[in-house]
C-alpha cells in the first residue's frame, strides 16, 4: 500500500491508509493508547485498542521518536483539532528510540552557549524540531528563487574546484592542504574562477556552494565553512549595475519565500518577511562614521565596521529611509580584496560595496579589475608575488570584459531573515574553530 502524507489525511477519511513517521507523544490511557504520530507534512492522533493484542502489544513497547509504519482508518473526530484520527489496524515498528532523549527537542532556543552546543552534538536530534525544519524548508526555497533568479537572466551555473594552487585574497586565513607533492589550499571564494568565467565569455556566472576561512573567529556570525552564493557579471558599467542585480535578486527571492513560507515563519519564529520596494539606499563609509559619532556610537576603524556599528547604522538607516537594506560604498582599497578596481579620481577608494542587511553585512561586492598590468600593481602593493598569482593573471592576458560580482553567505541570509540569534543554528551541520562536526576537545 502507498504511503499517504499526514497533510493529505483529510482526503481519505472513511478510507483505509498508509501512514509512516515518528511517535510524537505517547499518551497511555490504560485500554486505550493515543500515539501522536509526525511526518515531514504534520501531525495526526492514532489510537490502538487493547482488543487487537498485537497492535496493543506493539504500540506499548513503542517510545518517543521510534520511526513506525502504520495501517489504519481515518475516522471522523470531532473532538481531535484536526478533525479526525487514524484507527490502527496494524503496527509495524521500523526503529525503536533509546530513552530518554539526549536534548528536548521543542526546548525553546537560548542564547546559552553550552545549551547551543548541547543541541549542535545531537544536531540530528535538532533538526526534528518543527522550528529547524521550517528553516531547512526556507533554506531550499531561498536558495532555489536565487539560482530561478539568476538563470532567468541568462545566468550559467558553474562549480568552482574547493581545491585551488592559489590563495584567494592574502593567504593569511586560508586552510593549507598537501596535494600530492604540492601545496594547495581550500578556496576561500570561487572569485578568480567566477572571473575566469568572464574572461571565457560565459558573460554572467553564478556559483553556489562551500568556501572555507581558517579564521579562529569565536563569533555568532562565523563559520570556518559555509555556503556562498556567488554572483559575476560582465560588460558592466559600473559596480552600481552589480547592486541593481543583487537588489532586484535579493526581492525577488524575499517574495517567493514569502508566498511560500510567510504564515508559517509568523507563527512559528514570531518575525514577517518583508519585501521590499523601491531602490535601497547608498551609503559612503565616510557618511556612516559621522552618522555613528553623532549618535554616540565609537568606532575604532575609519575602514570597516564593528558588530556594534553595523547593528546601529541599520537602525539609524531604517529610521531615516524605511529600507532594512544599505549599500556601504567608498571602503578604502587598502582595506579591501587587490582585485577590486580603484576609483579613478581617487585611488585610495575601492570601486565596491557591502551590502547590510537588518546591522549585518551579508554581502561583499565589487568592480573587479580587468586589466592585467592594473592587477599586478595592486598585487604588488599588499606584497603578494607575481609567481604565486601567475595562473590568475593568465585570465586576463587575453583580453577580458570589464566585471564585477558579489558574494552572499546564506547561512547569514538566512539567520537574519528569520530571527535566529547565531549562524550556528541556521547552519545544517556547522564548522568552527573549535567544532568539527562535533566539538574537537572539551574541558
Given at each position: 500500500m502507498e504511503r499517504i502524507h499526514i497533510k493529505d489525511l483529510k482526503e481519505y477519511i472513511g478510507k483505509e491508509v498508509r501512514i509512516r513517521g515518528r511517535v510524537d507523544t505517547i499518551r497511555d490511557q490504560g485500554k486505550i493508547l493515543f500515539l501522536v504520530l509526525r511526518d515531514r507534512t504534520g501531525k495526526v492522533q492514532t489510537v490502538a485498542w487493547h482488543g487487537d493484542e498485537e497492535v496493543f502489544k506493539n504500540a506499548k513497547s513503542l517510545t518517543n521518536e521510534s520511526v513506525v509504519d502504520i495501517i489504519g482508518d481515518v475516522k471522523e473526530a470531532k473532538q481531535v483539532a484536526t478533525g479526525y484520527e487514524v484507527a490502527i489496524k496494524s503496527l509495524k515498528v521500523d526503529s525503536l528510540s533509546n530513552t530518554p532523549l539526549p536534548i528536548v527537542i521543542e526546548e525553546p532556543h537560548t542564547n546559552n552557549i553550552s545549551a547551543l552546543d548541547r543541541r549542535l552534538d545531537y544536531r540530528w536530534i535538532d533538526l526534528r524540531s518543527e522550528r529547524n525544519s521550517l528553516m531547512m524548508d526556507v533554506a531550499t526555497t531561498m536558495g532555489h528563487a536565487l539560482r530561478t533568479y539568476c538563470i532567468e537572466n541568462e545566468f550559467k551555473e558553474i562549480q568552482a574546484p574547493r581545491i585551488i594552487s592559489a590563495a584567494s585574497e592574502s593567504g593569511a586565513s586560508v586552510f593549507e592542504v598537501k596535494y600530492f607533492d604540492k601545496k594547495a589550499y581550500?578556496?576561500?571564494?570561487?572569485?578568480?574562477?567566477?572571473?575566469?568565467?568572464?574572461?571565457?565569455?560565459?558573460?554572467?556566472?553564478?556559483?553556489?556552494?562551500?568556501?572555507?576561512?581558517?579564521?579562529?573567529?569565536?563569533?555568532?556570525?562565523?563559520?570556518?565553512?559555509?555556503?556562498?552564493?556567488?554572483?559575476?557579471?560582465?560588460?558592466?558599467?559600473?559596480?552600481?549595475?552589480?547592486?541593481?542585480?543583487?537588489?532586484?535578486?535579493?526581492?525577488?527571492?524575499?517574495?517567493?519565500?514569502?508566498?511560500?513560507?510567510?504564515?508559517?515563519?509568523?507563527?512559528?519564529?514570531?518575525?514577517?518577511?518583508?519585501?521590499?520596494?523601491?531602490?535601497?539606499?547608498?551609503?559612503?563609509?565616510?557618511?556612516?562614521?559621522?552618522?555613528?559619532?553623532?549618535?554616540?556610537?565609537?568606532?575604532?576603524?575609519?575602514?570597516?565596521?564593528?558588530?556594534?556599528?553595523?547593528?546601529?547604522?541599520?537602525?539609524?538607516?531604517?529610521?531615516?529611509?524605511?529600507?532594512?537594506?544599505?549599500?556601504?560604498?567608498?571602503?578604502?582599497?587598502?582595506?579591501?580584496?587587490?582585485?577590486?578596481?580603484?576609483?579613478?579620481e581617487n585611488p585610495s577608494i575601492a570601486l565596491g560595496f557591502d551590502l547590510f542587511w537588518k546591522g549585518l553585512e551579508i554581502t561583499t561586492g565589487a568592480q573587479r579589475e580587468h586589466r592585467v598590468e592594473n592587477l599586478k600593481e595592486n598585487a604588488k602593493e599588499r606584497g603578494m608575488g607575481e609567481e604565486s598569482l601567475s595562473e590568475y593573471f593568465d585570465y586576463f592576458k587575453y583580453g577580458c570584459p570589464p566585471h564585477g560580482g558579489f558574494a552572499i553567505g546564506t547561512e547569514r541570509l538566512l539567520m537574519k531573515m528569520l530571527g535566529f540569534g547565531s549562524i550556528l543554528e541556521t547552519t545544517y551541520l556547522p564548522n568552527t574553530p573549535n567544532r568539527l562536526g562535533k566539538l574537537i576537545a572539551r574541558k
Open positions: 581550500l578556496a576561500q571564494s570561487p572569485q578568480f574562477h567566477k572571473q575566469m568565467g568572464i574572461s571565457s565569455d560565459l558573460e554572467r556566472v553564478f556559483n553556489m556552494g562551500p568556501v572555507f576561512r581558517a579564521e579562529k573567529s569565536f563569533t555568532t556570525r562565523h563559520l570556518t565553512e559555509y555556503t556562498s552564493f556567488d554572483v559575476e557579471m560582465g560588460y558592466i558599467d559600473s559596480y552600481k549595475d552589480v547592486c541593481h542585480f543583487e537588489q532586484e535578486m535579493l526581492k525577488y527571492m524575499l517574495k517567493q519565500v514569502k508566498e511560500k513560507h510567510g504564515e508559517e515563519i509568523k507563527r512559528v519564529f514570531g518575525t514577517e518577511v518583508k519585501v521590499p520596494e523601491g531602490d535601497f539606499p547608498f551609503l559612503s563609509v565616510e557618511e556612516a562614521k559621522k552618522k555613528l559619532a553623532k549618535a554616540g556610537v565609537p568606532s575604532k576603524d575609519t575602514g570597516d565596521f564593528s558588530p556594534e556599528e553595523e547593528k546601529a547604522i541599520g537602525q539609524i538607516m531604517e529610521e531615516e529611509t524605511g529600507s532594512e537594506f544599505i549599500f556601504m560604498v567608498d571602503y578604502p582599497h587598502a582595506r579591501r580584496a587587490f582585485y577590486h578596481m580603484k576609483n579613478e
